[in-house]
């Protein structure tokens, strides 16, 4: 009866049974603006027959009418508990049913278009809000996590591959988060640009089991960089307070582990209400901080091994702000290379260090190597190059002063590009260090693909699996030996003990930095430490490959 009355108007797709109508909603349903559903009747389980598609129709978020014999209110009552949103009568006219038709479709569309992400699919944030409250309002004996996530450099990801790209990373971590929360029982929203949101049942776990899935998904997206998501949880203890403000503490968590790449995932606690204002005031001041030249140069020696003596050292960064007194990087770096304010800070420690080694050379010294930092951030930036070669030839220095480090995360699987940036540089006469080498997910194809003069790895390396530390150490040995078959120097940072150094002193290291034998220093006392010629060796560990003198 209802293709009868409909097909002159609409597109009608007729199913006879549940496993027809099931096969329809699989195959076209996302083509579908209506359900209509005649004849509804118990099965001899006791469901209605709309409670067995129910959940496609939900998933597929189409407006659901029943059509009755005759109006019965308990059917009628069990059809809209079972996803129906009307309830017609046959006995109505057939323009009637039309036009319930008509106003059902236009209903859904305006839903779609006020509930839903137009690019996602999934729940907007006003939705979303309203939904979790529901939620947890009707669920009042379930535990719920809430959940923020944010993709790492998104921007990066628009201008390196374009905004159509970067709209299918935003498809897919939506489509996943659909997924994973019709498989748990939540809600899935997105807030803006690149965060989106989930409200989860179960207890502390969930968050770990929800962590690996996402990273997994992530890890395997088809895009040649390595696609990283921050998340925060926070636990409802307190319905009552808004859901805006629960996502706050979400988002709040999140922040704390940015540009972490130890850690996956942060749950909420008080104490970081205390960290985010800080934060916040942080970049309140940086500009000025910038202007008034509050950042300043701190250099850490890098020895030789065999003789302990200095062969080069890493630019660093300290914040002396004028009332909170000597801040470390690991309080505003992170900050910084999220809002790219990282950009203008590391374009003044790069002129620090080329006016430190113009002074250094006009005072008739001789110079060690200084070697900076290159983020992914720095990468992505079309100007890097003529930069860096500006303050070369503004200072009147050679480029075999400076030293490249670059984390081996920053480039991902897109070798090809970054290698034209990387060769560039090598070809200007800068030695490059594969940074932090190890503890990617590719290390050996990034060693394989990349062009890099010498690999730079942490002590952590092995500290962090102490449960593991006879492998790691014979990882690491492997590591320096594979290197030295490639002819690339290694330097080891992080070297605080006489065990440390006695290892790597065994397994035939070079080259290492730490606490050990320097901590970080102003550029002065760097300077005074350089004038006892006794403590240095000008002879560093790329010299057979580049002139390091004037």
């Known amino acids: 009866m209802l293709k009868f009355l409909l097909e002159d108007e609409f597109t009608v797709f007729q199913a006879f049974c549940q496993e027809e109508a099931r096969a329809v909603l699989k195959g076209i349903g996302k ?111 379930t535990r719920y996590w809430l959940l923020c996530l944010d993709i790492e450099h998104f921007k990066v990801i628009n201008d390196l591959y374009g905004t159509e790209e970067g709209d299918r990373l935003l498809r897919f971590v939506g489509e996943r988060l659909k997924i994973l929360s019709m498989q748990i029982g939540g809600i899935a929203g997105r807030f803006a640009s690149d965060i989106f949101a989930g409200c989860y049942p179960d207890g502390e776990e969930r968050c770990e089991e929800i962590s690996r899935e996402i990273m997994a998904q992530l890890h395997g997206y088809p895009l040649q960089m390595e696609v990283i998501a921050d998340l925060g949880f926070y636990y409802i203890k307190d319905t009552s307070i808004p859901v805006s403000t629960m996502c706050d503490r979400a988002l709040i968590a999140l922040k704390s582990i940015r540009g972490n790449y130890l850690d996956d995932y942060a749950i909420y606690h008080d104490s970081m209400r205390d960290e985010l204002l800080l934060e916040q005031e942080l970049i309140n001041d940086m500009e000025l901080a910038l202007e008034n030249r509050e950042f300043k140069l701190y250099l850490q020696p890098q020895c030789n091994l065999a003789t302990s003596k200095i062969v080069g050292a890493e630019a660093l960064v300290r914040w002396q702000h004028p009332e909170k007194g000597l801040i470390l990087p690991g309080k505003f770096i992170p900050l910084f290379e999220e809002n790219h304010f990282i950009l203008k800070l590391d374009n003044y420690i790069w002129e620090e260090c080329c006016k430190f080694l113009r002074d250094w050379v006009n005072g008739g010294n001789v110079p060690v190597p200084i070697s900076v930092n290159l983020s992914r951030i720095h990468l992505c930036d079309s100007g890097l190059y003529d930069r860096l070669i500006f303050l070369i030839e503004k200072y009147d220095i050679s480029p075999a002063w400076i030293d490249l480090e670059i984390m081996e995360s920053a480039y991902a699987d897109d070798t090809g590009y970054l290698n034209q940036i990387v060769d560039r540089l090598r070809n200007y006469g800068f030695t490059i260090l594969l940074d932090d080498f190890g503890r990617g997910y590719s290390s050996l194809s990034t060693l394989k693909d990349i062009n890099a003069d010498a690999l730079k790895l942490d002590m952590r390396f092995l500290t962090e699996a102490s449960n593991n530390k006879d492998k790691g150490r014979d990882i690491l040995e492997c ?39 320097y901590r970080p220093m102003a550029a002065q006392a760097f300077q005074q430490l350089l004038k006892n010629k006794d403590l240095v060796e000008y002879d560093s560990y790329i010299s057979k490959k580049l002139d390091r003198t004037m």
């Open 31 to 141: 083509r579908l603006n209506a359900v209509l559903m005649e004849n509804i009747y118990w099965e001899d389980d006791g469901e209605l027959s709309v409670n067995l598609i129910r959940e496609q129709v939900l998933k597929l978020r189409i407006p659901a009418l029943s059509l009755m014999e005759q109006y019965d209110s308990y059917l009628a009552a069990k059809a809209i508990e079972n996803g129906a949103d009307e309830i017609l009568v046959k006995a109505c006219k057939k323009q009637i049913i039309k036009k319930r038709v008509e106003n059902l479709i236009l209903k859904g569309e305006l839903t779609a278009a006020r509930e839903y992400d137009s690019l996602t699919g999934i729940y907007n944030k006003e939705a979303f809000f309203s939904k979790v409250e529901e939620l947890l309002k009707n669920n009042a004996q």
């Open 479 to 517: 590591v320096v030996y594979m290197a030295k078959r490639l002819h690339m120097p290694v330097l080891v940072e992080g070297v605080e003990t006489k065990e440390q150094v006695d290892f790597l002193r065994k397994i035939n290291c070079c080259y290492a930095q730490g606490f050990y034998y």
